[in-house]
């Protein structure tokens, strides 16, 4: 596959799609990043203090452009979840590569925020499915790892069902705040 960064691909099944987020895509995500529900089980890890619970359109589109400006700049890769069935989107994927002098090194690290509607196992499953595989290729790693706090029941399931396992290892932030509740997939299992 060529370079994430110079050209994001598209992933489709049955019932999603997983295309870059766009500026198009605020009025969605905006129901998603203000539902209060579905704030608790996204990552801020390492964010700088954002919780990612966004009540404006005006903040949304801040969001947007934030991550845009970091695929722009290869920092991360955000793709928006957009619903087959509702054709609206539903949440998005962030991934990127994690070098650092902690477990988390050499790792694609994934972080899924969706509608609490959506936070099912079964539903999880099927976004995750679409881009795990080609994750470690597009991202040059051989592991990957995704978050989710004990709260999360729904998630934990769909990780372990996708055979991620959790991990006591902490993820170590920018300022040495150490972060838990982490599940790890190898390429290799």
Request: hydrophobic share 40%; proline share 2%; net charge negative.
């Amino acid at each position: 596959m060529n370079d994430v960064y110079e050209n994001c691909p598209v992933f489709e099944n049955d019932n999603y799609i997983l295309r870059m987020t766009s500026q198009e895509d605020k009025s969605d995500l905006l129901k998603v990043y203000s539902d209060k529900a579905a704030v608790p089980f996204f990552n801020s890890d390492n964010c700088g203090g954002d919780d990612f619970y966004y009540t404006t359109e005006s903040r949304m589109e801040q969001a947007i452009a934030y991550w845009l400006f970091e695929y722009n700049r290869a920092g991360f890769v955000r793709w928006t979840i957009v619903s087959k069935e509702t054709n609206e989107a539903i949440g998005t994927i962030e991934l990127f590569h994690r070098d650092a002098a902690d477990f988390f090194t050499d790792c694609g690290l994934l972080r899924l925020d969706i509608r609490s509607d959506y936070e099912r196992a079964g539903e999880i499953t099927k976004i995750l499915k679409m881009i795990i595989e080609p994750a470690y290729t597009l991202f040059h790693c051989d592991k990957i790892a995704a978050k989710a706090i004990a709260a999360a029941a729904e998630r934990i399931r769909a990780l372990e069902q996708l055979g991620f396992k959790y991990t006591d290892e902490k993820l170590i932030g920018h300022d040495g705040t150490k972060y838990d509740s982490y599940f790890v997939l190898n390429r290799n299992e």
